[in-house]
């Protein structure tokens, strides 16, 4: 059974940093692009950062550039995502999802998902 479990959410103030922990079982993760999605109350779920099967190539959302980075230890089967300079409007519920396409963007290519870690940014 596959399973993947974020967790590392949390409150911070605006402009602080938070690292967030996705650690997944049940599948080989070394084949799987891994990425970061984000929901706020009333949206759409929203792609945040991904990476490659071997980490050699990311990608982000364009809020996400330059203040979010993303890590994967295939090794351990974890994948990170460190979050810098944080604004309310970064305050959502974080996923940690699993693809076996490379790099999507999209929530439909990807067919795992934890159930999500709680970021709020208080101003």
């Known amino acids: 059974q596959v399973s993947l479990v974020e967790s590392g959410g949390g409150l911070v103030q605006t402009g602080g940093s938070l690292r967030l922990a996705c650690t997944t079982s049940?599948?080989?993760?070394?084949?799987?692009?891994m990425a970061w999605f984000r929901q706020a109350p009333g949206k759409e779920r929203e792609f945040v950062a991904s990476v490659s099967w071997i980490g050699h190539e990311v990608t982000f959302g364009d809020f996400a550039k330059g203040r979010f980075a993303i890590f994967r230890d295939n090794a351990k089967n974890t994948l990170k995502l460190q979050m810098n300079v944080l604004k309310p409007e970064d305050s959502a519920v974080y996923f940690c999802?699993?693809?076996?396409?490379?790099?999507?963007?999209?929530?439909?290519?990807?067919?795992?998902w934890g159930r999500g870690t709680q970021v709020t940014v208080s101003s």
């Open positions: 049940g599948l080989t993760f070394s084949r799987y692009t």
């Open positions: 999802a699993a693809s076996p396409i490379d790099l999507p963007t999209t929530v439909t290519h990807y067919d795992y």
